[in-house]
């Protein structure tokens, strides 16, 4: 096998540029060590490029094409021995002559809707190199389709009600409210879920420039109020100057209800607002005012549920008429049961207050948790890899995936449909880390074991590769040449590569091109392209584009030599929400009647119980119990994207025994005679992990917080059980159900747990290790 610790030291470089979802930097050789320095015109720079630093020649990085033990000496077939495995390396024409065999045979045995390709996963790279692409293309000219994944992790709730109630979600995130309206209009910013600056790091794509900090701090010395409505002080930070409002986690609804019955009550909400541009007003106040059921919505009714005083919800609500109020619902609180409520009673307050459509008023769903939102779009495009055409038409829910792989051919709900699973024999996963991302992580192996076969890319042994039957090695960015761009930032990249690959690594690109070779279907992949000329074909797009209006439109050298290229950017003039409050008529919103849908006689008429027709407060049943009686806030990892680069230098850095950190309260630590630094378990009824305790007062009293990305790190007893992560993966904890009929969003954001001091003996951390491999076959 090829090690990279065995390689020469590399010699001394120029600084090249290059691009990621966290930043845009240059990175040179030194010394025998990578160095990034993040671009020159970044007011804020993202210390996640130090992920960099060490990982190119990591340990964790599949450096040879692998096959499961199991699975090359019985061949395909359910197998509860993935993810425990040995693996053995194989060279690459052995390891594309079994695959393509294995892909041949599902096809012709099965059809094309027995294999799984949403793949979903955010991967790294600029627009070319992009692995979800590269897998959908590979296998729509290759294979004729796959059964797909619609909507995603981030935003499963909310892409589906969203354009029930005001439009697509681009429209309503990204084409809405700027950063540069904020610092110049808004008065109030209800912030539920903060606008963490660790999150507001990251844009799929790139960021060139960390804006957010500033904006907020302009904003705040201008006079504009910030509210930290959220379990952590954390989540917007100093700049803003906030008052933290500490809710309850998942009862925002509950709050945001008082607010609008205090404005009500009052005779404060924007009556002709509400007759002119809404529909179904009528129905939610007789709700909201308790006509319908005999309790009214007030703050001495959400008080004991959201855990906000009633006096101080009334306080809130006096901040609010008169003023230019801007409403903002982060992602995570749709990632939870009921995740489709806060979207929609977002804009219902919004809507109550007149605000919508306003400069720096109204409602920016999403705004903070993304680099993308808040932002001006660019002028010209930025070509991506075009995908072929799915001949399969079968879909399921991104977070549904266990579910279909344990329950073929059952029926399931989504969007006012009723549909069926289809039966799986493959899963093709390129760019993505499902035991990163999904939840109930022991069910997820369950649902796993069930394939014939289950295909990776990976750069690094994640746990989904060890789940894996066949294992490609793939380059990461720094080891491709690539284009970095993303529709909301100015700046086009030229990703010059920083290293050869590590190993036998290849590039996805190449990879399919051998299999397709072997599927007969070369050329519909390729359209006779190598990467270097996709790169000049993808970027011609923009070039033409640019010469269109007349700008400057260097051809692809002088891109290249250059490094960047600022494209120009336009400014959506708020939107879609905008556009229909200056001319309601003739700019109807995309809804049903053309207006803001306070009610949805659409979503009523599907009749869910768990989504009814206008936005109400749903309990969780995933909430603290006694045995339980902790929430768990399990949210992005302000030292990685996701599970990426977990080894990586900066993520490194913040662990504590090599695990990841927990923060708990005070109180809650002395109650368990926790201290600072100590081990703790975190167990639920489907789970358990160990991570670092640390203790602050900067989270609520009965919330446990514990990040996404620690790369699960199973713990098995004597008969090959799990009994815990050791690494602190909060995926071992979280309930893998749908957000509601509706939608079917991840809702793993939050769920209930215990927490103790960890006495006991300490696993080590494996997680990074290589899998055991038996080279006795080679
Ligand atoms: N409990 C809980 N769970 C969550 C969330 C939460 O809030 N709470 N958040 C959810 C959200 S919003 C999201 S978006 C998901 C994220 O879930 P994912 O997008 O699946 O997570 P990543 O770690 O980004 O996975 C990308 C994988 O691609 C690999 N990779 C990198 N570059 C390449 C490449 O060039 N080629 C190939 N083939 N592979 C590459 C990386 O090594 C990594 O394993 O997680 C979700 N899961
Ligand atoms: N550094 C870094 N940045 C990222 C990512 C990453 O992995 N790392 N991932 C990116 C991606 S793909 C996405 S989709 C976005 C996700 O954006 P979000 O989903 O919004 O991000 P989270 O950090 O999970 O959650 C934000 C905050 O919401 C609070 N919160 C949780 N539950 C509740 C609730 O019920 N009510 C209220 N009021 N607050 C609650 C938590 O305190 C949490 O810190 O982040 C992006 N940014
Ligand atoms: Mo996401």
């Given at each position: 096998?090829?090690?990279?610790?065995?390689?020469?030291?590399?010699?001394?470089?120029?600084?090249?540029?290059?691009?990621?979802?966290?930043?845009?930097?240059?990175?040179?050789?030194?010394?025998?060590?990578?160095?990034?320095?993040?671009?020159?015109?970044?007011?804020?720079?993202?210390?996640?490029?130090?992920?960099?630093?060490?990982?190119?020649?990591?340990?964790?990085?599949?450096?040879?094409?692998?096959?499961?033990?199991?699975?090359?000496?019985?061949?395909?077939?359910?197998?509860?021995?993935?993810?425990?495995?040995?693996?053995?390396?194989?060279?690459?024409?052995?390891?594309?002559?079994?695959l393509a065999?294995e892909l041949r045979r599902v096809r012709d045995?099965h059809g094309p809707q027995a294999v799984f390709g949403g793949s979903y996963g955010?991967?790294?790279?600029?627009?070319?190199?992009h692995a979800q692409s590269q897998v959908h293309r590979f296998l729509n000219t290759s294979l004729g389709g796959y059964v797909r994944s619609?909507?995603?992790?981030?935003?499963?709730?909310?892409?589906?009600?969203?354009?029930?109630?005001?439009?697509?979600?681009?429209?309503?995130?990204?084409?809405?409210?700027?950063?540069?309206?904020?610092?110049?209009?808004?008065?109030?910013?209800?912030?539920?879920?903060?606008?963490?600056?660790?999150?507001?790091?990251?844009?799929?794509?790139?960021?060139?420039?960390?804006?957010?900090?500033?904006?907020?701090?302009?904003?705040?010395?201008?006079?504009?109020?910030?509210?930290?409505?959220?379990?952590?002080?954390?989540?917007?930070?100093?700049?803003?100057?906030?008052?933290?409002?500490?809710?309850?986690?998942?009862?925002?609804?509950?709050?945001?209800?008082?607010?609008?019955?205090?404005?009500?009550?009052?005779?404060?909400?924007?009556?002709?607002?509400?007759?002119?541009?809404?529909?179904?007003?009528?129905?939610?106040?007789?709700?909201?005012?308790?006509?319908?059921?005999?309790?009214?919505?007030?703050?001495?009714?959400?008080?004991?549920?959201?855990?906000?005083?009633?006096?101080?919800?009334?306080?809130?609500?006096?901040?609010?008429?008169?003023?230019?109020?801007?409403?903002?619902?982060?992602?995570?609180?749709?990632?939870?049961?009921?995740?489709?409520?806060?979207?929609?009673?977002?804009?219902?307050?919004?809507?109550?207050?007149?605000?919508?459509?306003?400069?720096?008023?109204?409602?920016?769903?999403?705004?903070?948790?993304?680099?993308?939102?808040?932002?001006?779009?660019?002028?010209?495009?930025?070509?991506?890899l075009p995908q072929g055409t799915n001949g399969v038409k079968d879909f399921i829910?991104?977070?549904?995936?266990?579910?279909?792989?344990?329950?073929?051919?059952?029926?399931?709900?989504?969007?006012?449909?009723?549909?069926?699973?289809p039966?799986i024999r493959l899963a093709y996963w390129a760019g993505g880390?499902?035991?990163?991302?999904?939840?109930?992580?022991?069910?997820?192996?369950?649902?796993?074991?069930?394939?014939?076969t289950f295909v990776v890319h990976?750069?690094?042994?994640?746990?989904?590769?060890?789940?894996?039957?066949i294992?490609l090695?793939?380059?990461?960015?720094?080891?491709?040449?690539?284009?970095?761009?993303?529709?909301?930032?100015?700046?086009?990249?030229?990703?010059?590569?920083?290293?050869?690959?590590?190993?036998?690594?290849?590039?996805d690109y190449?990879i399919f091109t051998d299999l397709a070779e072997r599927l007969g279907t070369r050329?519909a992949f390729t359209?006779?392209?190598?990467?270097?000329?996709?790169?000049?074909?993808?970027?011609?797009?923009?070039?033409?584009?640019?010469?269109?209006?007349?700008?400057?439109?260097?051809?692809?050298?002088?891109?290249?030599?250059?490094?960047?290229?600022?494209?120009?950017?336009?400014?959506?003039?708020?939107?879609?929400?905008?556009?229909?409050?200056?001319?309601?008529?003739?700019?109807?919103?995309?809804?049903?009647?053309?207006?803001?849908?306070?009610?949805?006689?659409?979503?009523?008429?599907?009749?869910?119980?768990?989504?009814?027709?206008?936005?109400?407060?749903?309990?969780?049943?995933?909430?603290?119990?006694?045995?339980?009686?902790?929430?768990?806030?399990?949210?992005?990892?302000?030292?990685?994207?996701?599970?990426?680069?977990?080894?990586?230098?900066?993520?490194?850095?913040?662990?504590?025994?090599?695990?990841?950190?927990?923060?708990?309260?005070?109180?809650?630590?002395?109650?368990?005679?926790?201290?600072?630094?100590?081990?703790?378990?975190?167990?639920?009824?489907?789970?358990?992990?160990?991570?670092?305790?640390?203790?602050?007062?900067?989270?609520?009293?009965?919330?446990?917080?514990?990040?996404?990305?620690?790369?699960?790190?199973?713990?098995?007893?004597?008969?090959?059980?799990?009994?815990?992560?050791?690494?602190?993966?909060?995926?071992?904890?979280?309930?893998?159900?749908?957000?509601?009929?509706?939608?079917?969003?991840?809702?793993?954001?939050?769920?209930?747990?215990?927490?103790?001091?960890?006495?006991?003996?300490?696993?080590?951390?494996?997680?990074?290790?290589?899998?055991?491999?038996?080279?006795?076959?080679?």
């Amino acid at each position: 096998m090829i090690d990279a610790s065995s390689r020469p030291p590399r010699p001394d470089s120029g600084r090249l540029p290059h691009s990621a979802h966290w930043g845009v930097f240059s990175a040179a050789w030194k010394d025998g060590a990578l160095e990034v320095r993040p671009h020159p015109g970044d007011p804020d720079p993202n210390p996640l490029i130090e992920n960099f630093t060490n990982a190119l020649d990591h340990p964790a990085r599949v450096t040879t094409p692998m096959v499961r033990r199991g699975w090359l000496e019985r061949g395909p077939g359910p197998d509860a021995r993935r993810g425990r495995d040995d693996y053995v390396p194989v060279s690459w024409p052995e390891a594309l002559d079994l695959l393509a065999a294995e892909l041949r045979r599902v096809r012709d045995q099965h059809g094309p809707q027995a294999v799984f390709g949403g793949s979903y996963g955010w991967s790294s790279a600029g627009r070319f190199h992009h692995a979800q692409s590269q897998v959908h293309r590979f296998l729509n000219t290759s294979l004729g389709g796959y059964v797909r994944s619609v909507n995603s992790y981030s935003a499963g709730a909310s892409a589906v009600i969203l354009p029930h109630i005001l439009g697509g979600m681009d429209d309503v995130a990204r084409r809405n409210v700027t950063w540069e309206q904020i610092v110049a209009h808004t008065d109030v910013v209800l912030a539920f879920g903060g606008m963490a600056l660790k999150n507001s790091r990251v844009a799929s794509g790139g960021i060139s420039r960390h804006i957010e900090r500033d904006s907020m701090r302009q904003a705040a010395r201008r006079g504009c109020r910030f509210l930290n409505i959220s379990p952590l002080a954390t989540d917007l930070p100093a700049d803003a100057a906030a008052q933290w409002i500490r809710a309850v986690p998942g009862t925002d609804v509950a709050l945001m209800l008082a607010l609008v019955h205090e404005l009500v009550a009052n005779g404060w909400h924007d009556q002709a607002f509400l007759r002119d541009f809404c529909e179904g007003w009528g129905g939610f106040e007789d709700y909201l005012m308790g006509r319908a059921d005999g309790q009214a919505k007030d703050p001495a009714w959400a008080a004991p549920i959201c855990g906000v005083p009633a006096e101080e919800i009334a306080r809130i609500a006096r901040l609010l008429p008169g003023k230019r109020v801007l409403v903002t619902v982060a992602h995570s609180l749709q990632r939870a049961e009921h995740g489709e409520q806060p979207v929609w009673m977002g804009a219902v307050l919004a809507a109550a207050l007149g605000q919508l459509g306003l400069p720096g008023g109204g409602y920016a769903y999403a705004l903070g948790t993304l680099a993308h939102y808040g932002k001006r779009s660019n002028a010209v495009p930025v070509a991506s890899l075009p995908q072929g055409t799915n001949g399969v038409k079968d879909f399921i829910p991104v977070a549904r995936i266990a579910d279909m792989l344990l329950h073929p051919g059952e029926p399931f709900d989504y969007n006012g449909k009723r549909m069926d699973y289809p039966h799986i024999r493959l899963a093709y996963w390129a760019g993505g880390n499902p035991f990163h991302h999904h939840q109930d992580l022991k069910r997820l192996a369950r649902a796993f074991a069930t394939l014939d076969t289950f295909v990776v890319h990976e750069i690094g042994w994640t746990a989904t590769a060890r789940h894996a039957d066949i294992v490609l090695p793939c380059t990461m960015t720094l080891e491709r040449e690539d284009i970095g761009g993303a529709p909301t930032d100015p700046l086009l990249v030229a990703m010059h590569r920083i290293a050869a690959p590590n190993g036998l690594a290849r590039d996805d690109y190449d990879i399919f091109t051998d299999l397709a070779e072997r599927l007969g279907t070369r050329e519909a992949f390729t359209e006779g392209r190598d990467s270097a000329e996709w790169l000049r074909h993808l970027y011609e797009r923009t070039r033409a584009a640019l010469a269109d209006k007349g700008l400057e439109a260097p051809d692809f050298d002088q891109f290249w030599a250059r490094g960047e290229l600022t494209l120009p950017q336009q400014d959506d003039d708020g939107g879609i929400l905008r556009a229909f409050r200056d001319d309601p008529a003739g700019k109807p919103l995309p809804t049903p009647s053309g207006k803001v849908q306070i009610s949805s006689p659409t979503v009523a008429g599907f009749g869910y119980a768990d989504c009814p027709g206008h936005p109400a407060w749903l309990a969780p049943q995933d909430a603290p119990t006694p045995a339980h009686p902790l929430f768990l806030v399990a949210n992005q990892p302000a030292t990685r994207l996701h599970s990426q680069l977990d080894f990586g230098a900066h993520s490194a850095s913040q662990k504590r025994q090599g695990r990841e950190v927990c923060t708990l309260h005070p109180a809650d630590a002395a109650a368990r005679g926790i201290a600072e630094g100590d081990i703790v378990r975190l167990f639920n009824q489907r789970g358990a992990c160990l991570a670092s305790a640390t203790l602050s007062e900067a989270i609520m009293p009965g919330v446990a917080q514990l990040p996404t990305g620690a790369w699960y790190d199973p713990v098995r007893d004597e008969r090959g059980e799990v009994t815990l992560c050791g690494h602190g993966n909060p995926n071992v904890l979280t309930r893998d159900v749908g957000t509601s009929s509706l939608a079917q969003g991840c809702s793993g954001q939050l769920t209930a747990v215990q927490v103790e001091r960890h006495d006991g003996a300490l696993p080590p951390i494996r997680a990074f290790d290589r899998p055991r491999t038996d080279d006795s076959r080679r």
